[in-house]
C-alpha cells in the first residue's frame, strides 16, 4: 500500500512539473524520435533503439585505371529523375600503400541509384585519352564535394557549387551543368581546419544560409567544425561540434545533411576511428537541432562484420548521400565503402533504412509508456509511423499538459509509414490545436519512429 501510495506521489509530482514546463511548439512539423526533444518519461520496458541498415548490394567498383583501392569520399544526390555521383579516383601499392597516380575527381549517374554507369565524358585527358568519366584534376580533385544549390537567388551558372582542400584551406567551386567546374576565386573561402578528409557544404532551406562541415584537429583529436554562408564566399568563424556528455573520439568524414522529411532536424553519419581498437574504423549516427549541438548515438550503425571487406584501414566509412529511390518510398538508401586498400579495386555497398527508421522508441513483451513533454501543435489528425509484432499494440493518449484525459484510441496494430490515429466518435483533435497538451503511449512489442500532426485530407 504504502509503495502504491508513493508511487500515485511521483506520478503527480511529474504531471506538476510536466504542466508547468514552457510547452514545446511542434506545429504541423514531422518529429522523430532520434533524441529526446519531446520524451519526457519512458516507463517499464520502453527505450529509444538505435536501428543500423539493411545491407544490399554491391553499386560500384573502381575498377578503371584511373580509380583503385583508394578511391573515396563518395557524394551523391538526386537531380530531378537523374542521381548523381562525385568520388575520388585514386589507387596506392597494396604493400606500400604509396599511391600510383594522381588522385582525380570522378563522376557517374544512375536512373535509380542501384545500376550506375561511368559516362565517358570527354574533358580531361589520362594517359593520352579523354574517354573516362574524370572531370577534375589537381586543385580540389583529393576530396571533391559537390551539391545542387536550392537556394533561389542563385544564378544559373552556379546551379551547381562544390568545395573541397586545396593550399591552405577549402576552395569554393560552381558549375551550370554539375559536370564542368570552376573556381569561384582563386583563394580558398574557409581556412582555419585541416580538411584532410571529406569536407562538405550544403544550402539549407529551413536557415536559409549556406552551411559547411569539415575536420579539423583539436586537442591532438580528430573532430568536425562548421560555419555558415550567405553568398558561399564569405563564411562564419568555424566552431567545434558539441556532443554532450558523449566520449572525445577521432572522427574523420561526417556526411551531415538536413533530414529530408523534417529539414529542422540535422542527421549526420561520422566515421570513428578508434586506434586503441585494432584501429577500427566504423560509421556513427548523430542528429542536432541547431548544426552544432549534436546527440551522438556510440553503437556503430555499419560495424565491420556487415559484409564484406570493412575490417581494414578506411574501409568502412558511410558516403554523404541519403536519396529515396524509385524502388520503395518507404526507404532511404545509404552506401558504404568496402575493401579500401585491399585491392585491385575498391566498392561502394548499398544500405537501406526504413524512412525515419534512424532511432526508434521500442518496447518488448513486458510493455510500457512514452510521455512527451507539454506541446502544441496545428492541425487535426495525427499521424505516426510505427511497427508492431508478435502480437504487440499501440495506443494513443492526448491528454492536458497536466496529465487529464482527453481522448484514447483503440490499440493500434500493423506497420505504417504515416497511419493516421482513429479517435473515438465526437472527438475533434482541431479544437485542441495551439494548446497545451501532451501525448501518452502504450507500446508493447512495437516500434515508434516519428510522428506528425496534420490538417485532415
Sequence with gaps: MMIRSLTLVACCI?????????????????????????????????????????????????????????????????????????????????????????EVTCYAESRDGIHWTKPKLGLVEYEGSKANNIILKGLGSHCFVAFKDQNPEAPPEARYKGISRGPKGLYAFQSADGIRWSLIQDSPVITKGAFDSQNLAFWDPHTKKYVDYHRAFIGGVRAIMTCTSDDFVNWTDPVPLEYGDAPSQHLYTNAIRPYPRAPHIRVGFPTRFLPDQNARVEPIFMSSRDGVNFHRWNEAV?????????????????????????????????????????????????????????????????????????????????????????????????????????????????????????????????????????????????????????PAH
Excluded: C
Design 14 to 102: 511529474t504531471a506538476s512539473l510536466l504542466s508547468a514546463a514552457e510547452p514545446v511548439a511542434i506545429g504541423s512539423r514531422l518529429e522523430l524520435f532520434v533524441d529526446d526533444f519531446l520524451i519526457a518519461e519512458q516507463i517499464g520496458d520502453v527505450q529509444q533503439h538505435l536501428h543500423q541498415p539493411t545491407a544490399r548490394e554491391v553499386v560500384l567498383v573502381t575498377d578503371e585505371p584511373w580509380e583503385g583501392n583508394t578511391s573515396a569520399y563518395y557524394t551523391m544526390f538526386q537531380d530531378g529523375d537523374l542521381y548523381r555521383m562525385y568520388y575520388r579516383g585514386s589507387h596506392a601499392d597494396e604493400k606500400t600503400q604509396r599511391g600510383t597516380h594522381p
Design 302 to 454: 555499419i560495424p565491420p562484420t556487415a559484409p564484406k571487406d570493412r575490417d581494414g584501414n578506411r574501409s568502412n566509412y558511410m558516403a554523404n548521400a541519403l536519396l529515396s529511390l524509385p524502388e520503395s518510398d518507404r526507404e532511404y538508401a545509404v552506401y558504404g565503402t568496402e575493401a579500401y586498400y585491399a585491392g585491385p579495386d575498391s566498392r561502394l555497398r548499398r544500405f537501406t533504412y526504413r524512412v525515419d527508421g534512424f532511432v526508434s522508441v521500442r518496447s518488448g513483451d513486458a510493455g510500457g509508456e512514452l510521455r512527451t513533454k507539454p506541446l502544441t501543435f496545428s492541425g487535426d489528425t495525427l499521424a505516426l509511423n510505427f511497427a508492431t509484432h508478435d502480437g504487440g499494440t499501440l495506443r494513443v493518449h492526448l491528454e492536458t499538459a497536466a496529465g487529464e484525459p482527453i481522448a484514447s484510441s483503440e490499440p493500434l496494430t500493423g506497420d505504417a509509414i504515416a497511419h493516421t490515429v482513429p479517435w473515438p466518435q465526437g472527438t475533434e483533435l482541431g479544437q485542441h490545436a495551439g494548446k497545451p497538451v501532451r501525448l501518452r503511449f502504450e507500446i508493447k512489442n512495437a516500434d515508434l519512429y516519428s510522428l506528425q500532426f496534420q
